[in-house]
């Protein structure tokens, strides 16, 4: 991919048996630096920094409107929504986007779904400093 700024390769994981009701906190991706890492250890966001995700993958279990997002609180705002799917049961979703998505800076991607029941999601891009 090409035609966008290159920071730090990352990963992010996500996973709940009820991604419901949870807290801002709660709702984040686990983010992990991808390059010259011996150890995968989760990485602290700083405020300057901004999540480019290229790649989303979603997995359910139970049937569920799966939303992720970005910004500063629990809840999608305008301009904040990243993915917004009906999934079946047992069924997963993968998307590379065409052109990437740039989270609010100092924001994390969160992930809520509105049925209680295993979800799994992975996210992948670099994460570039303003």
Do not use: W
Request: hydrophobic share 40%.
């Amino acid at each position: 991919m090409t035609g966008f700024a290159h920071g730090r390769p990352f990963h992010g994981e996500f996973s709940s048996p009820d991604a419901t009701t949870m807290d801002e906190e709660s709702q984040r991706f686990t983010l992990y630096l991808n390059k010259g890492a011996t150890v995968k250890t989760a990485l602290a966001l700083a405020a300057n920094e901004q999540v480019v995700i290229t790649d989303i993958y979603v997995h359910v279990l139970a049937n569920a409107n799966v939303e992720i997002f970005d910004g500063p609180n629990e809840t999608a705002d305008a301009g904040e929504r990243i993915l917004l799917g009906s999934f079946a049961a047992n069924t997963g979703y993968a998307l590379t986007l065409n052109v990437p998505h740039y989270c609010r800076q100092g924001t994390y991607p969160k992930v809520v779904n509105d049925q209680a029941g295993q979800i799994d999601a992975t996210i992948r891009g670099f994460i570039v400093k303003n």
